[in-house]
Nanobody
């Protein structure tokens, strides 16, 4: 069974850090580009960052550049999103997704999705 599972979300104070994980089962991630997206209630899913098979990355959200870092560990069949200097506006649900081929900012171009993990930044 093909499955993506995000974990690592939670409650953190402004300025704090979290590391989200995206783990795959039933298939290997090393053949896919992996994107992290986020979605606020009532809004469309927003591309945050994507990592290619080669390991190169593209950030789609200016507000996270310099604060968020995506990485992949093919040996563990997982992709990570290190989030530092978290802000109130980072409070949303985060999703990871796979895409055959190149990275894309558009969520409809991705194939498999995890269930999402909630990040809440609050004092």
């Amino acid at each position: 069974q093909v499955q993506l599972v995000e974990s690592g979300g939670g409650l953190v104070q402004p300025g704090g850090s979290l590391r989200l994980s995206c783990a795959a089962s039933g298939f290997t991630l090393d053949s896919y580009a992996i994107g992290w997206f986020r979605q606020a209630p009532g809004k469309e899913r927003e591309g945050v960052v994507c990592i290619r098979i080669s390991g190169s990355t593209t950030y789609y959200t200016d507000s996270v550049t310099g604060r968020f870092t995506i990485s992949r560990d093919n040996a563990k069949n997982a992709v990570y999103l290190q989030m530092n200097s978290l802000k109130f506006e980072d409070t949303v649900v985060y999703y990871c997704a796979t895409r055959i081929g190149l990275c894309s900012e558009h969520f409809r171009r991705y194939d498999y999705w995890g269930q999402g993990t909630q990040v809440t930044v609050s004092s």
